[in-house]
């Protein structure tokens, strides 16, 4: 499988090393508008990325988010499957052109929720099959790439995808709040979600936060389960016979983007189906927007 990656900044890089160590899979190109930026990365370095269309089977969309829309449809047009950094897009009706297009073409749309493949988040998952309660707390220092989007489309739209993941059901209704610090933007938000199966999920973000925290709490009849995504530590503890019994798990090691990569390359080679499709990252868009419209809705009504 020959693939190129489009966008040679901070995910970008980490694309080209991952997809480089993959059996079977050849990177015949890192592409950025910056040349030096994609030279310092592949000696295949090109600054257009329609330079790979007859080239590439595949592509991996690493761009600011307000390009990924235009770049993709390109893409897809001359038949390349795709792996799109999240947000998938910056509009709903762009997402659903790309979705249509794919389907059309018959062609992989897998969205980059990283943090599906954490061997933490994973265990988690596993173990927990009827959430009623899940709390997620997602902190970073302030950093000026990524600030094209808000701390939702930015950082909050990683638990709205894992949320609906672990609810395994539909949000039916969200409510959030938020506020601007050091942007333009909203740099911490909080929303809440209610499903259609009665979970419930409380989410906060924050890109203005001294040290980064990626932890998840999900509440479930007799048991709770507390995960660091970050140190890959699961405790759990469970209520059995009148006493309380903890356990706790380590899942050190892991490379979550090396297994995205692989899960992505195993559904273009029809090996796998894929894991996190194009209606996928269009409903954590969805909330997203969803959740960043109504912090803006407060924040008006409060000036």
């Known amino acids: 499988m020959k693939i190129a990656i489009v966008g040679a900044g901070h995910m970008g890089r980490y694309h080209a090393q991952k997809f480089?160590?993959?059996?079977?899979?050849?990177?015949i190109a890192v592409v950025d508008a910056d040349l030096a930026r994609a030279q310092a990365v592949s000696t295949h370095a090109l600054s257009d990325y329609r330079a790979i269309f007859g080239q590439a089977d595949a592509a991996v969309i690493a761009v600011p988010t307000d390009r990924h829309h235009a770049i993709a449809r390109d893409c897809l047009q001359h038949?390349?499957?795709?792996?799109m950094e999240k947000p998938i897009a910056t509009t709903l009706a762009e997402a659903d052109e790309l979705i249509a297009l794919a389907a059309e073409r018959r062609l992989v749309l897998q969205c980059g929720?990283?943090?599906r493949y954490n061997r933490t988040f994973r265990a988690l998952h596993a173990g927990m099959d009827r959430?009623?309660?899940?709390?997620?707390?997602?902190?970073?220092?302030?950093?000026?790439?990524?600030v094209e989007v808000d701390v939702v489309l930015d950082l909050?739209?990683?638990?709205?995808?894992?949320?609906?993941a672990l609810a395994r059901s539909e949000p039916t209704d969200v409510s959030a709040c938020g506020f601007r610090v050091l942007t333009r933007d909203i740099d911490i938000a909080n929303a809440r979600l209610e499903f259609a199966n009665g979970c419930v999920a409380n989410l906060s973000a924050s890109r203005v936060s001294q040290a980064p925290v990626r932890k998840l709490r999900v509440?479930?009849?007799?048991?709770?389960?507390s995960a660091d995504l970050q140190a890959a530590r699961l405790r759990y503890v469970r209520q059995a016979g009148g006493n309380i019994a903890q356990t706790d798990e380590t899942y050190e090691g892991g490379d979550a983007l090396a297994d995205q990569a692989a899960a992505f390359a195993a559904a273009v080679q029809g090996t796998e189906p894929v894991r996190i499709d194009g209606r996928e990252g269009?409903?954590?868009?969805?909330?997203?927007?969803t959740v960043?419209?109504?912090?803006?809705?407060?924040?008006?009504?409060?000036q």
């Open 219 to 225: 509440f479930q009849a007799d048991m709770y389960a």
């Open 156 to 164: 909050m739209i990683h638990d709205l995808d894992l949320a609906c």
């Open 131 to 146: 959430p009623v309660f899940i709390e997620a707390e997602r902190l970073a220092a302030f950093k000026q790439r990524g």
């Open 79 to 83: 038949g390349l499957h795709l792996l």
């Open 113 to 115: 929720h990283v943090e």
């Open 282 to 289: 269009r409903r954590a868009l969805e909330l997203g927007l």
């Open 20 to 27: 480089a160590r993959l059996p079977g899979v050849q990177v």
């Open 292 to 302: 960043g419209r109504l912090v803006r809705e407060r924040l008006q009504r409060f």
